[in-house]
C-alpha cells in the first residue's frame, strides 16, 4: 500500500578487508537475498535469519569480515560503528543515494553494461525500494485503498510522529502507495531475458 522509511542497503566489511570492484559487484547483487536469508557474513558462511546482532558481534571480534544491512538499522541500533569508524561502506544499494552517504558508490555503478544495470535495479533498487512497505489484504475495496492511503500521507507528515521519530534517530522519507505498486509493477514485467541474466549474475544457472 505505502512505505514510511526508504532504505538504503549497504554492504560492510572491517577495514583491514579491500575488496576490488569485481568481487563487491558480485556480492551487491545478492543484497535482497542476504536481507531475506541472512546468506552472508563476509567469510561467505550461511547465517540464520535474525543473527545479524550475532554476526556484528562477530565481526567486532574479526572472526568475520562483513556483512550486509540496511544504512537505517546501523545508526539506529548501531552508532557508536559509524561514530568510532569500525566499519567500511562498500557500496549502497537503493533507486538513488542516501543523503548521508554522498561518497559510497552505488552498486549499479560497478556494474559493466546497461544490461547488467537493469539487473541491478530488478534484483537491488526497485525490491529496496519498496522494503518496509505496509500492505493489505487482496480484494480490499479499492475506496478503502484510496482511504487507507490517503490517511498514510497525512499521519507521514503528522508534527508529533515526526518528532518522536527523529527523537528515535529514525528517519522518516515516505513513498506514496501509487508509487510502490508502480515499482511492484516494474518487478513483474521484467522480460525472460532479464529474468536469466539476473539468475545467472546470482548463481542459480551456469553460462551455456
Known amino acids: 500500500m505505502d512505505s514510511s522509511t526508504r532504505t538504503t542497503l549497504?554492504?560492510?566489511?572491517?577495514?583491514?578487508?579491500?575488496?576490488?570492484?569485481h568481487l563487491v559487484l558480485a556480492l551487491a547483487l545478492a543484497v535482497p537475498v542476504w536481507t531475506a536469508l541472512g546468506l552472508w557474513a563476509g567469510k561467505f558462511m550461511y547465517v540464520p535469519p535474525g543473527w545479524t546482532a550475532a554476526i556484528t558481534t562477530a565481526m567486532e571480534r574479526g572472526e568475520v569480515q562483513g556483512r550486509g544491512g540496511s544504512w537505517v538499522s546501523w545508526k539506529v541500533l548501531n552508532p557508536h560503528f559509524i561514530e568510532e569508524k569500525k566499519i567500511k561502506l562498500?557500496?549502497?544499494?537503493?533507486?538513488?543515494?542516501?543523503?548521508?552517504?554522498?561518497?559510497?558508490?552505488?552498486?549499479?555503478?560497478?556494474?559493466?553494461?546497461?544490461?547488467?544495470?537493469?539487473?541491478?535495479?530488478?534484483?537491488?533498487?526497485?525490491?529496496?525500494?519498496?522494503?518496509?512497505?505496509i500492505m493489505t489484504p487482496p480484494d480490499v475495496p479499492k475506496d478503502r485503498i484510496e482511504a487507507l492511503r490517503r490517511a498514510f500521507d497525512a499521519t507521514m507528515t503528522d508534527p508529533e510522529l515526526l518528532a518522536s521519530a527523529k527523537s528515535r534517530s529514525i528517519p522518516i522519507s515516505p513513498s506514496t502507495g501509487e508509487v510502490v505498486e508502480a515499482r511492484v509493477a516494474e518487478i513483474m514485467s521484467a522480460s525472460p531475458a532479464m529474468i536469466e541474466r539476473a539468475k545467472f549474475i546470482l548463481g542459480y544457472t551456469k553460462a551455456k
Open 10 to 21: 549497504t554492504p560492510q566489511c572491517g577495514l583491514t578487508w579491500p575488496p576490488d570492484s
Open 90 to 133: 562498500l557500496a549502497q544499494g537503493g533507486l538513488r543515494k542516501d543523503p548521508d552517504l554522498p561518497n559510497v558508490p552505488m552498486i549499479s555503478d560497478f556494474a559493466r553494461s546497461k544490461e547488467d544495470r537493469n539487473v541491478v535495479r530488478l534484483v537491488v533498487a526497485l525490491p529496496i525500494g519498496i522494503s518496509r512497505a
